[in-house]
């Protein structure tokens, strides 16, 4: 990641956590509903028996806690950037199934990787620069990736008086479009539910 991006973001949700603590409002969420609802999207993803999964952003481990909750099992990696938010992960989350990395290994590879939320929040940054950012990291998380990936992001489909200038509002289409070109061709774009954004889960092999 480009290292004037990391230390806005990190600069922010360093922020946020110091205000709210590691809570959904900690990481920036409207709502515990919303955060509940872009989770169950995500982890339609999920269709392996007990699979090897890299929650890329983890925050404070928000998404182990609704697969365990919902009875997903999975071997659970939680990956952020954040040190503040990865000491409040590890705190709240003693399990034999997690662990937690603020750095990947070269060669890391995983069966499923989610990213919730990663490219909504773009700051000051400009449109082009996060643009470009988005492509980069969607590139990192499909070779990190061996059964599939599956990301969020918000919509350029959103109430034009509703949507706010830190924040990213990519066209869906163009992201579908270049997972499918770039990716695999088992793709799916999931816009169908009551927030605005959308999900895109890719899968690497349908049989």
């Known amino acids: 990641m480009n290292e004037h991006i990391q230390k806005l973001l990190n600069g922010y949700y360093s922020e946020k956590l110091r205000v709210h603590g590691p809570g959904y409002k900690g990481a920036d969420w ?11 999207q995500l982890s339609r993803l999920i269709t392996a028996e007990n699979p090897s999964l890299l929650d890329y952003g983890c925050g404070y481990g928000a998404l182990y806690d609704f697969l365990e909750e919902h009875k997903l099992n ?10 503040e938010m990865l000491s409040h992960a590890k705190k709240l989350h003693i399990a034999d199934n997690a662990q937690w ?22 700051l000051e940054i400009p449109t082009p620069e996060w643009e470009a950012h988005t492509l980069q990291t969607l590139q990192k998380i499909n070779a990190l990736s061996k059964k599939g990936f599956a990301f969020n992001s918000l919509t350029s489909y959103s109430d034009a008086h509703l949507m706010k200038d830190h924040l990213y509002y990519p066209d869906p289409c163009f992201l579908f479009d270049y997972c499918k070109k770039h990716f695999s061709k088992y793709v799916s774009l999931i816009h169908d539910y009551p927030k605005y954004e959308f999900v895109i889960i890719v899968r690497k092999d349908v049989g």
């Open 74 to 83: 999975t071997n659970y990696t939680g990956f952020d950037i954040s040190g």
């Open 101 to 122: 990395a603020g750095s990947l290994p070269a060669n890391a590879l995983y069966d499923y990787v989610i990213a919730c939320g990663i490219f909504s929040i773009k």
């Open 30 to 40: 409207g709502s515990l509903e919303a955060q509940q609802i872009s989770f169950g």
